[in-house]
């Protein structure tokens, strides 16, 4: 009955909790919002800072941060902290990523996401094992506390989005031994909370990917095949945009909510206006991650074997990228937390190929609505049997007990046939089966 259990519960929340839910891929970027030159990615390898607008990089290793989840969900306030969270709690550092502490306030606590609203760090954690979350605000994104009461018994969220008047958690409820669907909304602060259905399930885990004030909304549903839900009355009703074969890697909505992007590596990048959300293909290269700054400017995530480059930028609302950052080209680790990442950099630099920095051969300028280098599978069909690199799509089933164990164990995502039967981590060289996608770097 153990084994039978730890089978049916780990596969939901190495899903939900994994990252932010604009992307489904392995990498996240964000901008620094008091200074739009610092730019952060987040990788399967740790994270990666540059603080002249994508000119150098750095690394700073997992250890250095204080954490072992892959690809956790992360942020920078506006007062340009970079917060990172993850299963026991919330590492925070200056953007120079050398002094990292914990969070005041959520220490030993599953952070499952969260966001940033003006000068307002908002985060929600959650016991999977009571089925109980709550939502926590910082000022300074350096001390946390709760406010407001807990969610509803029963929901887990997976993400959060927070805005004027508005706090919206997306998530999975336990009706009777039942998962469903269900948003969880606010409209004071916390102090009640209401639960509204999403067309999701424990087979279709919902995520919450956009909020244009005061009550429109976007859910990506990891489901198969994949949905973009859209709302405009808070989560009362829910129409279907888009759908297609593939995970849908990323999406990402303009600065002034006019226009949508959603984006996968097997499917393409589609764009739409959010009046008629009628998508057009604009290019049959997707990114794992898309950012849109409030400045305008448009960032992805791209896979450096198959697309040339790991981030790219876009002049053109996504149609095409121009390199910004080759992964060969990652300078090492930080100085100031040179001792604690000297050993893992030593295996990364072989991996990533740093000797190729700047080799045309193995780069390229652009990603655009061109030939692919490699052929792309169709819509109809993934075409690789390797979708439980990042996190897994489906069959999904509900989860609880998994966190728990995770943390006493403190072993990265392993696929779920390797979860139960081992505590020993896959070697960094573990491969999938598709050609473009490598367990340990791809992202």
Known sequence: MRRLTCALLVTLFSTVVQAHGTTAGNAQLVADPGNPERLAVMTQFGLVTSRDAGATWDWICPEAVGYSDPN???????????????????????????????????????????????????????????????YHE???????????????????????????GRIYAAGLHDVDMVWQGELARSADGGDTWTLAPLPADGFSVPYLVGFVPPDRLYVRVASA???????????????EVFGQAGKLSSVALSPDGLRILVSDPLGGTWRADTAAHAFERISNRGAECL???????LYGCFNQETDGFFIGVSADEGASFAALFERPC??????????TCAS????????????????????SSSSSGGTDPVPTPSRESSGC??????????????????LTARRRRRRRSLPPSAWCSTRRKLPASTSCT??????SLRG
């Open 72 to 134: 956790p969900a992360f942020r920078v306030s506006q007062s340009g902290h970079i917060l990172v969270a993850h299963f026991d709690g919330m590492s925070v550092a200056p953007f120079d990523g050398c002094t990292w502490t914990s969070a005041a306030g959520l220490e030993q606590q599953s952070i499952h996401d969260l966001t940033v609203f003006e000068n307002i760090v908002s985060a929600i954690s959650c016991d999977v094992r009571a089925r109980s979350c709550r």
């Open 138 to 164: 910082s000022s300074d994104g350096v001390s946390f506390a709760q406010v407001g009461v807990n969610l509803p018994d029963g929901f887990v969220a997976t993400t959060l989005d927070v805005g004027p």
């Open 225 to 239: 095949p994949a949905k973009l839900l859209s709302s405009d009355d808070g989560g009362a009703s829910w129409n």
């Open 291 to 297: 950012h849109w700054t409030p400045e305008g400017v």
């Open 330 to 339: 990652l300078r090492g680790p930080l100085g100031c937390v040179s001792a």
């Open 344 to 363: 893992g950099w030593d295996l990364l630099s072989q991996q990533i190929e740093t000797s190729k920095c700047g080799d045309a051969t193995t780069s």
């Open 385 to 402: 049997g390797c979708e439980l690199v990042s996190r897994p799509s489906a069959p999904l089933w509900p989860v609880l007990l998994a």
């Open 434 to 439: 598709c050609a473009s996608s490598r367990w």
